[in-house]
DNA sequence: CGGCTAGTTGACTTCATTCAACGCTGGTGG
DNA sequence: CCACCAGCGTTGAATGAAGTCAACTAGCCG
């Protein structure tokens, strides 16, 4: 883990995160003050399981992987969080412990800022409060999506439907990256990465090309309608 | 769906409920007010996937079952709620829309108040907005809870899980009713009933019986240790 | 160059689902 | 009072999707 002094721009940067939309300038100027800027490499541990939530953190660049272990040492993807998202804001506000750990799945930037003073401005500032609210509810729509999605949806379907999330246009021929290795997509997707593998090669009858990071996809609507053709054979 | 007049021991339930718990005297008469008590019975709606949130609801009695339906019309269940629990709280304060739809598992008694008091109140006064927030929170590690049983456990793993969750004593014999039907209770973990009905003759060997809605589990000690074993085999 | 980590591929296994038949129970109407 | 039906649950046999195990390749860093 690296501090980094804070520049200017990165606090334009802070400012239009959803998390401070609705803020007043007075309330965002009270948790500037206290904001720490820091810099972590893949596999490095940001916050760890059981600790006490010390502080509200927000992902600036990179994709933060939260994980559970189990008694036994299993460790299970539970959700991957990126840019401008928020990470343990209710835990924080409210002073409970981490039920979670989070990990660096790259090169990762994040804005961290003191549980307590977050808390004392939520107290005071009734936007600030409805704000975390929102990012919390946000939250749970995410994961009643991958509840959904594991419950209803065979590997091929989930797999479409995280390439679907990756295209910026809903037509024609996207070249994207894989925003992390395919361990951890497959990890977060609830499959093994073997069967991750197999996806791929299968899916390529429908226009999906993945080389290495690199992945080409023909045309989005077409992955669409393959999910949905997945529905009807069942 | 029946409307209830409200009874003054009623009242006393609300004010001791999670969610009013840190909540000031002037705050919880204020939402009183304008609070109205609905009953269900089995297999009516309560909310509607996609229908602007209108009320914050809080279930009194029985349990209701929150699910989303596909665009090819297949149903999923999401989660399921109890005695004291608040459903789409955080979206009613939003003034979001619902995206899932609630329904009664059997006889059902809740409480609900119109969201604009509450997102009102909630503004006035911050120990409201952080019971909410609260709240929401308590569903994110639900939720959780629920994607990492998914992924990591096996079937019965989840079976039991459940069962040791109706326990209400740690070790010696145990006799409860099962809270809905096996139909309900097989989808909620992600299972069919004809699984549910396989798994829960095998756990017999591990000292469960089911007869029909009643449950007796001769050791939860003895639950708990085969959860570990049947991770060991793996 | 060797040693790592990430990823692929094949053969085999297994857990859960599907499909289908059947059993029990409680309510309704003749 | 009984007959019949609907809803809920169980059981068996066959199928299939994903996991496991293992061997192997490609790229990368020191």
Redo the contacts between chains.
Sequence with gaps: MDRVTPQAKDMTVLRSLPLFKAVSDATFARLAESVRFDRYVKGETIVRQGEKAQWVIVVLEGYVKLS?T???G?E????IFGRGETIAE??A??G?NH??TAEATGPTRIVRMPAHVVAQA???A??L??A???E??A???A??D???A???QTADQRVLRFLLSLCAQESGPVETRLPYTKGVIAASL?LKQETLSRSFARLKSVGVEIDGRKATILDPRKLAQEI?RL??IV
Tied chains: 1, 2.
């Design positions: 559970r189990a008694a036994n299993e299970t993807l539970i959700h209710s835990v506000v409210l409970d039920t979670t939520a107290r005071d009734p936007e409060a409805l975390i609210l929102s919390s509810s939250k749970i729509w994961l009643m991958e509840i959904e594991l419950k209803a609830g949905e529905n009807r």
